[in-house]
């Protein structure tokens, strides 16, 4: 079912936009400025890019465009702004910060305590080696941690700094 038509013919085309659907009337010799103000007129919007399908209709006639009855063109406007433009990248100084990698230090338990004794008969004296944090929150059992010019308690961050002699 093609639809044939003359250059004197009138035939109906739907116009498709941000305000709705409408119907406008052309002829096959109907130029697109002219188009673009019918559309505008129908509907309020000016018509910024008029396109079939995927085509950008620019200039010429209705008939030189491809546009046939019934047909539905597309009617887009103009918006500001955009996408902006991708940021450039950081060129970094100087290689990269390592990562801090855990430890294992076997049986690290005795260094909170310090056995004394001969080992003969059953004298032994057990001492703490590193202070306990003396905060309300940390409770007995909470070592601070021996730095060499500090203590430091890792659960209240407690600190005491040695004094240099």
């Known amino acids: ?28 010799a109907t130029s697109m400025e002219e188009l673009r103000a019918m559309v505008a007129a129908a509907q309020g919007v000016d018509a910024e890019r008029v396109s079939l399908v995927t085509d950008k209709l620019l200039e010429g006639t209705v008939a030189e465009c491809g546009i046939l009855a019934e047909q539905t063109i597309n009617v887009v406007l103009a ?18 910060k390592p990562t801090h990698r ?13 056995v004394e004794g001969d ?7 057990v001492t703490h080696d590193r202070i306990e944090c003396p905060h309300p929150d940390c409770g007995a059992g909470v070592f601070m941690a021996v730095h060499k010019d500090r203590q430091t308690c890792g659960k209240c961050s407690l600190t005491y700094v040695f004094q240099k002699k």
């Open 1 to 28: 079912s093609v639809l044939y038509w003359s250059l004197f013919e009138d035939m109906q085309i739907f116009v498709k936009s941000v305000a709705g659907t409408s119907v406008v009337d052309v002829n096959a």
């Open 102 to 114: 855990h430890k294992n230090v076997p049986m690290r338990v005795l260094k909170f305590y310090k």
């Open 79 to 96: 918006v500001d702004g955009g996408k902006k433009k991708k940021k450039k990248k950081k060129v970094h100084k100087g290689p990269k």
């Open 119 to 125: 080992g003969e008969g059953t004298e032994y004296k």
